[in-house]
């Protein structure tokens, strides 16, 4: 421990781990902690809950776009390829077939529609959720198997703005507060965390 | 559970009453110990077959084609069947993982992540085929990518050879990001759990460092629905595209618009079956059957018997579209396929797929381990000849009776087909040892919860 200390200089509070035992009771103190007002704060769980992106308050992906906008990149690239090298590059008769073979080139430019659209959507997933980032891993090895957390972040190290609206920065953070607040929701544990690089 | 009015039970999907915990110990034990006997001897098995296959197949590259029974006219022979054959495989997993996800059939979820590397390495091996075939592999890219090049030639992208070089690349692209996304969560989990060193590096550059945060969840899922909306088209135009390579020509027997629906149906029959046939061994060897339950296996007998169905229609359709269409030569291909001189291929294929899956009318032999690894077994074996039916009596016998022939495949090409069992299960043996054979985090969404405040008072 003393090392570990020594090692990250100013060992700063990152947030208070509340764990929980089961889904039901992580879905409802997640509700009570968004009512408290805090808005900087996450939950973590071995599966999908469903339910918790509503207790959250989180908005829907915006992955579909990513997959869409892809698509239609995939779409056109793959036609324009075999537009262009049917017809432009080296027009060659096959068959006595237009240049512009439109019905022979369906199947490519599906595919690659498809290739595109699965990249992008797999690339975008991950950027969003800042991955890959091998700093990262779980607070407890329970949190990917049978335990749920939520974790109420501290307020970031970067001087607050006078003029940033509340809405932005919800309830102020104290450490013990925090704490005491998710035992009474219904916490059986709970733990310090420490920024060690992974946070933005 | 929640307290709205609904009142519906859900169907009971792990059996043995598990908790969260025994979901992980159970899934990741066998990847936590040495392999057992069994694994050995399943393992040493693959690797001998594949170096038959594997010398077979050099042995071949020095001599050249001539070593295969492949002839004028019949220039496909073994190795597009047994192409065809593994693409087939490997489109169960796909289907399971996207379509019934879809259709959220939560059954799916103690199977999909075996099925679906049963689709990856079914599509590796199918993709060795194409490759063989040619002669001279190494030549390939030269004949089947589109790149700048000094003779500046292009590829033909009229021909449908070349539309499957999209659609299977594209296919095994697709499945590969949808399981390596299913896996990120249970690599983290595998991450947690690890001991060892070397381990514990591995699934952390695995996991990638995922660590369940909602917010990551929430992303996920979106990306995870998307992909098996993407993948599920996909999933039905690879077949369809691998039936454009014989229906898109003339030859009679190839040349019929009922192939692509014909082609996926018996492609979705010919993966169930193996997934049974590998599912009841994994759930035998890793001691899995709360999670692989006698009802998992019951659902996917059913949908062997229904795709069964369909291609039986298909066969019974073509011979009546021959009959009504009025053409000699598409009616002399059809009598030829099932009286000719491969009429014992015809009924192998008819029996097998059609006749013998009609057992799974009668629950008990839907629920019996031992009647549905048989049926699956020639199931597989009947669709192996369903496509050496196909391939082989078309070409043997077009129009000119000058130019017939008959093609008897030689000790390389079965010795090469029997190879390609041997690379399928290296890897899948291989994947049963190192990665979760069942979707951890998924199963656990989908199970009962289990009575956690219980537990706590008693501890």
Not at chain 2, 33 to 45: D, E, K, S
Not at chain 2, 333 to 358: L, T
């Amino acid at each position: 421990m003393a090392e570990q200390a020594q090692k990250s200089k100013e060992k700063q509070l990152a947030g208070v781990l509340g764990y929980f035992e089961d889904a039901t009771s992580l879905i409802q103190a997640t509700r009570k902690v968004k009512e408290e007002g805090y808005v900087a704060f996450d939950t973590f769980t071995p599966f999908p809950v469903h339910g918790l992106d509503e207790a959250q308050g989180l908005g829907r992906s915006f992955l579909p776009f990513v997959t869409f906008g892809a698509a239609l990149v995939g779409l056109s690239s793959g036609y324009l390829l075999q537009y262009w090298t049917s017809a432009v590059a080296w027009p060659l008769n096959v068959g006595g077939k237009p240049f512009n073979s439109i019905p022979a080139f369906v199947p490519v430019a599906f595919e690659t529609t498809i290739l595109f659209a699965g990249l992008a959507t797999f690339v975008a997933m991950l950027l969003v959720n800042r991955l890959p980032n091998l700093k990262r891993k779980s607070f407890d090895p329970s949190l990917t198997n049978n335990r749920f957390a939520i974790l109420i972040e501290a307020p970031p190290s970067r001087e607050i703005e006078d003029d940033e609206p509340e809405r932005v920065l919800g309830k102020p953070f104290e450490e013990e507060e925090a704490a005491e607040f998710l035992k009474k929701t219904g916490a059986t544990a709970t733990q310090k965390v420490f920024y060690e690089g992974w946070f933005s | 559970m929640t307290t709205d009015s609904t009142r519906y039970q859900p169907e009971v999907l792990v059996t043995g009453g598990k908790s969260y915990e025994d979901v992980n110990n159970d899934v990741s034990a066998p990847t936590e110990r040495l392999p057992n006997r069994a694994w050995w001897v399943c393992f040493i098995a693959a690797l001998f077959a594949f170096s038959v296959g594997a010398i077979l197949a050099i042995d071949m590259f020095m001599r050249g084609l001539g070593v295969l029974g492949i002839n004028q006219p019949v220039g496909w022979g073994t190795f597009i069947v047994t192409f065809v054959f593994w693409v087939g495989i490997g489109h169960a997993g796909t289907l399971i993982s996207a379509i019934l996800f879809l259709f959220r059939q939560n059954w799916r979820t103690a199977i999909n992540r075996s099925a679906e590397a049963m689709t990856i390495f079914a599509v590796m091996t199918a993709l060795l085929f194409p490759l063989i075939h040619t002669g001279r592999p190494w030549y390939a890219a030269y004949w089947l990518l589109p790149y700048p090049n000094q003779r500046e030639l292009w590829v033909n992208f009229r021909s449908p050879l070349l539309w499957d070089v999209f659609a299977v690349g594209t296919y095994f692209t697709i499945s590969l990001l949808f399981w390596f996304t299913g896996l990120i969560p249970d690599f983290a989990t595998l991450r947690d759990r690890a001991k060892h060193p070397i381990r514990k590096f591995a699934y952390t550059l695995l996991s990638l460092g995922w660590r369940g945060s909602n917010r990551n969840w929430s992303h996920y899922e979106t990306a995870y629905l998307l992909f098996a909306g993407l993948a599920t088209p996909l999933v039905l135009s690879v077949h369809s595209v691998v039936s454009f390579d014989f229906a898109v020509s003339i030859i009679p027997g190839w040349h019929t618009t009922i192939f692509p629906p014909y082609f996926v149906a018996g492609a979705v029959f010919s993966g169930f079956a193996m997934v049974v046939t590998l599912l009841i061994m994994v759930r035998e060897i890793f001691n899995l059957k709360d999670y692989i339950t006698l009802n998992h296996l019951e659902k996917m007998n059913k949908i062997i018997m229904a795709t069964g169905l369909l291609v039986g229609y298909a066969y019974i359709c073509e011979f009546f579209i021959a009959w009504y269409s009025g053409v000699s030569f598409e009616q002399y291909a059809f009598i030829n396929r099932a009286f000719g001189p491969y009429w014992w291929a015809y009924w192998i294929m008819f029996c097998c797929n059609v006749i013998v899956p009609q057992i799974f009318w009668w629950k008990k032999a839907r629920r019996n381990i031992a009647i549905m690894f048989v049926i699956s077994l020639f199931v597989n074996v009947g669709m192996w000849f369903e496509r050496y039916v196909i391939t082989i009596t078309s070409l043997h016998r077009d129009f000119l009776p000058s130019s017939w022939a008959m093609y008897i495949p030689t000790f390389h090409d079965w010795g090469i087909v029997f190879g390609s069992f041997g690379f399928f299960f290296i890897f899948f043996l291989l994947f049963c040892r190192l990665l979760p054979t069942i979707a951890m985090a998924e199963v656990k969404s989908v199970m009962t919860p289990p009575k956690v405040a219980l537990k706590e008072e008693t501890k």
